[in-house]
């Protein structure tokens, strides 16, 4: 199996097919980074199923040469291939690739991205693009001034124990909110002010250390950064503990190490995100109205406008027994996203319809500010994808593995990622190799049990090839990027 090389880029899991649908119409597959003028990659490709689209639009696929520079099918907008030479071309490229994928399978695909042209079906709302604020801004002061509102969506986080912690325009620090005249509709603003529906318990517990807080002055604003001023005690020492969602438990406990089928209840978090009717990524249940998965798994704007193409599909174990699906309202992606290095590779979905919380579903817990998961914790991880690298067909049962954290001073290490690993990621598995997330995992979760509940550490990113030596599964660090999930929860409520 081809390594990865560190001066690389690292390549993403991307998504395999499950059960592809019989074609609509005709239609064109390319192989990105093979082609007329294009030497063939360094590493091979699985191709990602996308069915059943007509036209293939230009994208572009993470760059592979050493000067990261990325290869293009087309050099015009215009269709790559036409006609019954392009066409045995396409096929002749097409069965070079499955050779490969076959032949040296790593989870590393070709973003193989099949559209539609003629059900060109694009969101009405657009995609989010970056805020424009007057000069004048002033952060969290309770009053939005920027066109997208991002001066006041970073202004409220969870610290341990679910502590209401606040920031506002007189402080500039993460304070906690006294408990003092707190009330439920209090708790039911702030939450909703982060773009959940309702809040689950709000409490009061004595403060730890710092006597400094917020307390509570008027409901006339809207946002709880502007109800509050900076006080040097809280009456009583007491504090504001606040759950937005009841989250992080499981129905069925029981379970194997070492990678086994999953039972219902098990993990109610897990989603299958289903593109044409296959299953192309995970993805992980955060609310009843948002779940997140990997930017990856959206290789093209166009591929993410597409929201009445998307599917997701809760409390499944199994391909063969599918649910009612939920429908996707709209796709955010992580504006800082890299695709070549796939630093910040996060994407929140906005479903169309609130998911029905029972025994089998259920949203898993965000993690708190602070919360802290060493190397050598064990975690678990789980998905649809391939049980073994060179497999072109995903598992039609929801898979489950135990992993254990490593130090990502260690994961960058020379012989293991060699320096690709960033601040805004996390490493997990077995240097030794044998328990590993592979292609059809990416988006779905890596999650770790911290006070009985369990808490979205990590989202299936990247990794070379599937459960090798020194070769572990490399996941977005939840945490590194939840202020960014939270800003756009609370931009669309």
């Known amino acids: 199996m081809a390594k990865h090389d560190p001066k690389e880029p690292p390549p993403p899991y991307y998504s395999v097919d499950v059960h592809t649908q019989p074609p609509l119409k005709s239609y064109e597959e390319v192989v990105y980074g093979v082609g007329p003028g294009l030497t063939p990659p360094n590493q091979p490709r699985y191709i990602p199923q996308y069915p059943p689209p007509v036209v293939v639009h230009q994208v572009t696929q993470p760059g592979i040469s050493p000067s990261g520079k990325r290869k293009r099918c087309c050099e015009s907008n ?11 071309l396409l096929l002749a490229l097409l069965a070079l690739a499955i050779w490969l994928g076959v032949r040296y399978g790593t989870r590393l695909a070709t973003a193989a991205i099949l559209y539609n042209e003629d ?21 969290c002061d309770g009053i939005v001034e920027c066109q997208l509102g991002s001066d006041e969506s970073n202004c409220v986080r969870f610290g341990e124990g679910y502590s209401l912690q606040v920031r506002t325009s007189e402080d ?11 009330d439920e509709k209090y708790a039911k603003q702030t939450c909703t002010q982060l773009g959940f529906s309702n809040s689950f318990v ?93 930017a990856h798994c959206f290789p093209s704007k166009a591929l993410a406008s597409s929201t009445r193409f998307w599917k997701v599909y809760a409390g499944v174990v199994s391909q063969d027994n599918l649910p009612e699906p939920y429908l996707v309202k709209k796709i955010f992606l992580n504006e800082n996203y890299d695709s ?48 073994e690298a060179g497999s072109g067909t995903a598992s039609k049962d929801l898979m489950e593995v135990s992993v254990k954290l490593i130090d990502t001073q260690v994961c960058n290490s020379p012989p293991v990622y060699g320096g690709a690993v960033t601040n805004n990621m996390i490493c997990a598995g077995d240097l030794d190799g044998g328990k590993d997330s592979c292609q059809g995992d990416s988006g779905g979760p890596l999650v770790c049990q911290g006070d009985n509940r369990w808490h979205l550490v990590g989202i299936t990113s990247w990794g070379a090839g599937c459960g090798e030596k020194n070769k572990p599964g490399v996941y977005t660090k939840v945490s590194s990027v939840l202020p960014w999930i939270y800003s756009k929860m609370q931009k669309v409520k």
């Not at 269709?79 to 392009?86: K, R």
């Not at 059900?119 to 952060?139: A, I, M």
């Not at 500039?172 to 707190?182: A, H, I, K, N, T």
């Open 78 to 88: 215009a269709q790559c291939y036409g006609g019954s030479g392009g066409a045995l």
């Open 119 to 139: 059900n060109d079906d694009r969101t009405e709302e657009p995609l989010p693009s970056f805020d424009t604020c007057p000069n004048n801004t002033v952060q």
């Open 172 to 182: 500039g620090r993460f304070l906690p909110v006294c408990y003092e005249g707190w």
């Open 202 to 294: 709000t409490k009061a517990v004595k403060s730890k250390g710092q006597s400094i807080g917020l307390t509570l002055t008027s409901r006339s604003s809207s946002l709880i950064q502007g109800a509050v001023n900076v006080s040097s005690s809280c009456p009583s020492r007491e504090t504001v503990s606040l759950q937005c969602e009841n989250c992080g438990q499981q129905q069925s406990t029981s379970r194997i190490i070492g990678g086994s089928i999953a039972e219902t209840g098990q993990w109610p978090w897990q989603l299958s995100l289903h593109y044409r009717g296959s299953h192309v990524c995970g993805a992980v249940l955060i609310s009843p109205d948002f779940a997140v998965s990997a």
């Open 340 to 387: 070549r290095t796939n630093d910040q590779d996060v994407a929140l979905l906005r479903l169309k319809s609130p998911v029905v919380i029972n025994e089998k579903i259920q949203p898993v817990c965000l993690p708190t500010s602070g919360q802290q998961f060493l190397p050598g914790y064990t975690c678990w991880t789980t998905g649809f994808g391939t049980t």
